[in-house]
């Protein structure tokens, strides 16, 4: 299984990012994704989940009503569209694919992680 995500880069606050996660079709048209995020010295957090059919989405309390997660099967990528960021939202982002059909919570229902990337935002 490949995860690739795309879209970090330095923002100032206020300002808008779009991540995209593209994976191996044929192992994640099937399975819940999610989105994770690690600041320096903290633990790693869920962001957002989203079921395979893209009908049911969790958020993270920091994150309501600013992000959003879609799933895009043609293109076979789960994006977070991050909206009126804050320099707390500064970390490194990762997608995953669930063992399930359900875009869990937890993070020990993911077992495939991609590569992280960069998101600064600047006050």
């Known amino acids: 299984v490949q995860l690739q995500a795309s879209g970090g880069g330095l923002v100032q606050a206020g300002g808008s990012l779009r991540l995209s996660c593209t994976a191996s079709a044929r192992t994640s048209s099937n399975n819940g994704m999610g989105w994770f995020r690690q600041a320096p010295g903290k633990e790693r957090e869920l962001v957002a989940a989203i079921d395979w059919r893209g009908m049911s989405q969790y958020y993270a309390d920091s994150v309501k009503g600013r992000f959003t997660v879609s799933r895009d099967y043609a293109k076979a990528t789960v994006d977070l569209q991050m909206n009126s960021l804050k320099p707390e939202d500064t970390a490194v982002y990762y997608c995953?694919?669930?063992?399930?059909?359900?875009?869990?919570?937890?993070?020990?229902?993911?077992?495939?992680w991609g590569r992280g990337t960069q998101v600064t935002v600047s006050s």
């Open positions: 995953a694919v669930a063992r399930s059909s359900a875009g869990s919570i937890s993070e020990r229902a993911y077992n495939y």
